[in-house]
Each structure stands twice: as C-alpha cells, then as structure tokens.
Nanobody, 121 residues
C-alpha cells in the first residue's frame, strides 16, 4: 500500500501564490506516475499536473500551463505544486495521486486526503 499526505493549502488573494506538498510513504517502488488533481463541489475531479516518475516528463492541464509548476524531490519522496498567478477559478480541493499504470490523467490508484485552496478576488 501507499499513503499520500498533502499540505500547503490555504487562502490567498487573486494573483498570489501557494505551494502544495505531497509526501509519499509505504510501497512506492511500483509507482510510475504522480499527479495533482482538483475538485470543486458538484463537479468531477480535474487533472492539473502530472509526472512520469521514470522519465521525469511533466504534463499540465491547459488551464494551468504557465502558472503552475510541478516538481519532485526523490530523496524526500515528495512532489510539489507551485501555483502562481492564482485565480478565483483555481479554488478547489487539491489532491495528490499516484499510480503504477497511468496515462496522462487516467489510471491513478492512490489518493491523498486533499487540501483546500481558496482564491479570493
């Protein structure tokens, strides 16, 4: 099993920045991808950013390209999501996810508990 714990959410004004962290623990050797998703009440979960752990290839949703940056620290089993130029529409619960057979934003198997990000105008 694998556990994911997010942190770093909070409230910020439009144009501000936040950095989310996700620490992975447990059996991580089979993981081939990690990602960030977000969800607002009444809507489906949306893929935001992801990384193929073997190649380091990063991918982003069009809505966040140029504003959000995903990175990782392998020594700490941690991935980050740096969010800049935040907009009110970025308000959501953000989830960290991992999988062993992913394709872009599909196929994720493990999920964190989520961290709330609120952007005020």
């Amino acid at each position: 099993q694998m556990q994911l714990v997010e942190s770093g959410g909070g409230s910020v004004q439009a144009g501000g920045s936040l950095r989310l962290s996700c620490v992975a623990s447990g059996y991580t050797r089979s993981i081939t991808c990690m990602g960030w998703f977000r969800q607002v009440p009444g809507k489906g979960r949306e893929g935001v950013a992801g990384i193929y752990t073997t190649s380091g290839y990063l991918y982003y949703a069009d809505s966040v390209k140029g504003r959000f940056t995903m990175s990782r620290d392998n020594a700490k089993n941690t991935v980050y999501l740096e969010m800049n130029s935040l907009k009110p529409e970025d308000t959501a619960t953000y989830y960290c996810a991992a999988g062993d057979l992913c394709s872009q934003f599909a196929g994720y198997k493990y999920w964190g508990q989520g961290t709330q990000v609120t952007v005020s105008s």
